[in-house]
């Protein structure tokens, strides 16, 4: 059992500690960090943890294994490389950084204390994209040549939080809550890309935005593909990997469909799981040294790359391309 410490007691801190505490086998949180210390306080005492308002007090409970980040954007590289020179593990919520330099800067922080990082991308875990990887891996598709995907959900005006509407820590519209998860998908199937064309129409700002977003890629390998999001659509997530020789789509969690040629359909549904659960299981895990990240830090990096050049696309207008 991995002891934990959880940085930020937000929304989405709280859902980390909902998934995990008493739930989990492998991991359970015994600190949390908030700069709220009276509002976090009562969750605190239900949750059975003690509560501090500054991470380096964790970092100096002597019962904290690990971290884990969620935390705003702009503070993850610098918490990541605090936490590795303290010898700890670090799991940061996504986006890693808003910088290639910051995730770059990260990674290496962590490989030079040689503890393991993980980055908290739950689309990953689900049951439709597990099955998706699978068969675009199986070479049954063909040659893939394109993917492309769509994520809408209406968090940004349930779950609104003033950082959360600032430039500074999530640009490009839906870019850092839906779009990234996107990005994780399509740098973990067809590699690094080489090229955005990117745009985002705003046609609302503040507590519950209105804007959409849309992405053409190349990848260096040739795949092509293109992304789209729309923030406060009611929920839609849907990856299509195209190759040669048939297709593969993951429609939600749960569902995975392929097409072979022929017009063979095959629909594939599967039970559904706690994703956030399933990611942080995964990360405890890797720290026992029972199995690495799913997500390798070069995959990290790349998607934060491809997320820089897409920021930079959007305010520029124009096509960018990667180094």
């Not at 040739?222 to 009611?234: I, T």
Request: glycine share 10%.
């Amino acid at each position: 059992m991995i002891n934990a410490a959880i940085i930020g007691l937000g929304w989405w801190g709280k859902n980390i500690v909902e998934a995990v505490q008493r739930k989990s086998a492998k991991v359970r949180f015994v600190h949390g960090v908030s700069k709220e210390m009276d509002a976090a306080l009562p969750f605190a005492e239900k949750h059975g943890f003690r509560l501090s308002d500054d991470l380096e007090r964790a970092l100096a409970d002597p019962q904290v294994d690990a971290v884990v980040l969620a935390t705003p954007h702009s503070l993850h590289a610098d918490q990541v490389v605090r936490v590795a020179g303290a010898g700890r593990p670090v799991f940061c919520e996504k986006p890693l950084a808003l910088k290639r330099a910051d995730a770059e800067r990260a990674v290496a922080a962590c490989s030079k204390a040689g503890v393991v990082i993980g980055v908290g991308q739950n689309k990953r875990f689900w049951p439709s994209m597990a099955e998706l990887r699978r068969v675009a891996a199986s070479g049954v598709l063909g040659r893939i040549m394109h993917v492309e995907g769509h994520y809408s959900n209406e968090n940004s005006g349930l779950h609104f939080s003033a950082w959360r509407g600032r430039r500074d820590e999530s640009p490009g519209g839906g870019m850092t809550g839906t779009g990234i998860h996107l990005l994780d998908a399509f740098v973990g199937i067809a590699g690094p890309v080489s090229a955005v064309s990117a745009q985002v129409v705003t046609r609302r700002e503040g507590r519950d935005p209105r804007d959409t977003l849309s992405v053409m890629f190349r990848f260096a390998n040739g795949v092509s593909g293109f992304l789209g999001a729309v923030r406060a659509s009611p929920f839609y997530w849907r990856v299509h990997v195209f190759g040669d020789e048939g297709s593969v789509e993951a429609l939600g969690e749960t569902q995975t469909v392929v097409r072979l040629r022929g017009g063979k359909v095959d629909a594939r549904d599967f039970p559904k799981i706690d994703s956030v659960r399933a990611e942080l299981d995964a990360f405890a895990d890797a720290v026992a040294g029972a199995s690495p990240y799913p997500i390798t830090p070069e995959e990290m990096v790349n998607t934060i790359t491809a997320f820089e050049a897409i920021i930079r696309s959007m305010d520029t207008n124009a096509p960018v391309r990667v180094q």
